[in-house]
Each structure stands twice: as structure tokens, then as C-alpha cells.
């Protein structure tokens, strides 16, 4: 059973939009932990390229950014070499070369690291892709959330609308799809579920059930 004076760290990966960081959030708030959401870090370089109109597909120009980056989280907030970039690292264009940013293994290097560095100075819980397999192998807990390519687009769908961005469903579900493809397929760090991680298939489910289960999981 995990006491609140211990120090834990849990690991949640799986696909685009399988509710990850709404998840993580309220499981970290309910256990006064921190949250680590990694994807934002690999989306804040990715907006920095292309707010530098740096080439993606120039891979020492990239790693170049990533180098000369600073990324910070403060009291829910991701900073982006001093500035709040929680909506810009959310736009369509940041969402569709990402999965092209993340597979530049010396990017992975200096995120990973970070991480590592972050999760490392307290009791945290990290969402992602390859947090149970490779940032943090031995995570007290590892989660693996999936569910139907149609309820993740319809909830990223809805997540998007509600933010004030001008969405298409159709464009949203192929979006994802790729996305997933991309980070499945790629020679470091792939998507895959670890063995020891527990899959939960968030399908129909609520939000308030994923969290009960999870902290039940955790507190036993
Ligand atoms: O929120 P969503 O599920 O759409 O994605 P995200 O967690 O913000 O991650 C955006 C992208 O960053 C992913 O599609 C991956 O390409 C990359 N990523 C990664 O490679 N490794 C991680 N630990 C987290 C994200």
C-alpha cells in the first residue's frame, strides 16, 4: 500500500488521446504528486521549430532547438524559454509534426533526461509514450490507457472545440491514427505497452471510474 510519505512514481503511456493527462491530472492532484505531462515537452520544441521556420525534416537544425531549449513546468503551466505555451503547443500544425520531432533519437537524449531529472526530485506521475519501457523502467506503477480510435478523436474533438480552436472530427481521427502509426513504428523508444503495466481500455468508461480504479490500484 502506498503511504503519502513515500516517495512513488507512476508511469502512464499509451496512444494519442486516450485520456492520459486528464487521468494523470487528478490521480496527481488526489495524491498530492506531481504531474509530468512528457508530450508537452516534445510539442514545445516542435512549436519552437516551427515558429523559427526551421525544416523538420532537418534533423541537426531540430536537435539544434532542442539543444538551445528551455522548458519548464510551473503550477500546471509549461514554459517555453520563459513563456506559457499551454494553448500554441496544442494548434493542428504543432499535433501534426510532433511524432516527426520525437523520432530524432538526440532529442529523445535531452527530454528524457530532463524527465528523468524532474521525476527524479519527487513523488510524480509521468505521462507519455515510453515512460514504463525506457524514462522510468521502474516505476512503482505502470498504466497502459487505450481506447477506440473513434472515442479518442470525438474526446479530443470535443477537448479542442471546448479551447476554442476551429476543428474537423474527420481530420482530427486521421491525425491521431498517423500519430499513433509514426510513434509506433519508430526505431527508439516505440509506443508499445510494457509487460508489467496494467492496460485499462477507457472505452465508455468515465473519467471518475479510470481514477477510482487507478488509485484503488495504487492504495492497496
Ligand atoms: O495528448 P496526445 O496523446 O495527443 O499526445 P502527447 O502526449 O501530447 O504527445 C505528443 C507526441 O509526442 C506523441 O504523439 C509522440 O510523438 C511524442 N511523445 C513521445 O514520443 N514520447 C513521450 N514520452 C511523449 C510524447
Redesign the pocket.
Known amino acids: 500500500m502506498y503511504k503519502s510519505k513515500e516517495k512513488i512514481l507512476i508511469a502512464v503511456d499509451g496512444?494519442?488521446?486516450?485520456g492520459?493527462?486528464t487521468i494523470s491530472k487528478i490521480v496527481a492532484n488526489k495524491l498530492q504528486i506531481n504531474y509530468i505531462?512528457?508530450?508537452?515537452m516534445?510539442?514545445a520544441i516542435t512549436l519552437k521549430c516551427l515558429m523559427k521556420n526551421v525544416d523538420i525534416e532537418d534533423k541537426k537544425a531540430v536537435i539544434d532547438i532542442a539543444i538551445n531549449s528551455k522548458i519548464d513546468f510551473k503550477e500546471g503551466n509549461i514554459y517555453l524559454d520563459d513563456k506559457i505555451v499551454n494553448d500554441a503547443i496544442r494548434e493542428e500544425l504543432v499535433?501534426n509534426n510532433?511524432?516527426k520531432v520525437?523520432q530524432i533519437p538526440e532529442v529523445?537524449e535531452i527530454l528524457v533526461k530532463l524527465q528523468r531529472k524532474t521525476g527524479e526530485n519527487a513523488s510524480s506521475i509521468l505521462?507519455?509514450?515510453?515512460?514504463g519501457s525506457v524514462?522510468f523502467p521502474n516505476a512503482d506503477y505502470k498504466f497502459f490507457l487505450i481506447a477506440t480510435p473513434e472515442e479518442r478523436g470525438n474526446r479530443?474533438y470535443k477537448e479542442l472545440k471546448e479551447k476554442g480552436f476551429d476543428v474537423n472530427l474527420d481530420e482530427i481521427i486521421k491525425e491521431?491514427e498517423e500519430?499513433d502509426l509514426?510513434?509506433k513504428t519508430r526505431k527508439v523508444?516505440p509506443l508499445i505497452k510494457p509487460v508489467d503495466a496494467i492496460e485499462i481500455d477507457t472505452t465508455g468508461k468515465t473519467i471518475d471510474d479510470i481514477v477510482e480504479y487507478i488509485i484503488n490500484i495504487i492504495k492497496k
Not at 15 to 18: F, G, I, L, N, Q
Not at 37 to 40: A, F, L, V
Open positions: 496512444p494519442a488521446a486516450a492520459k493527462s505531462d512528457t508530450g508537452s516534445y510539442r499535433s510532433v511524432a520525437s529523445r505521462d507519455g509514450r515510453d515512460i524514462v479530443r491521431i500519430r509514426v510513434d523508444s
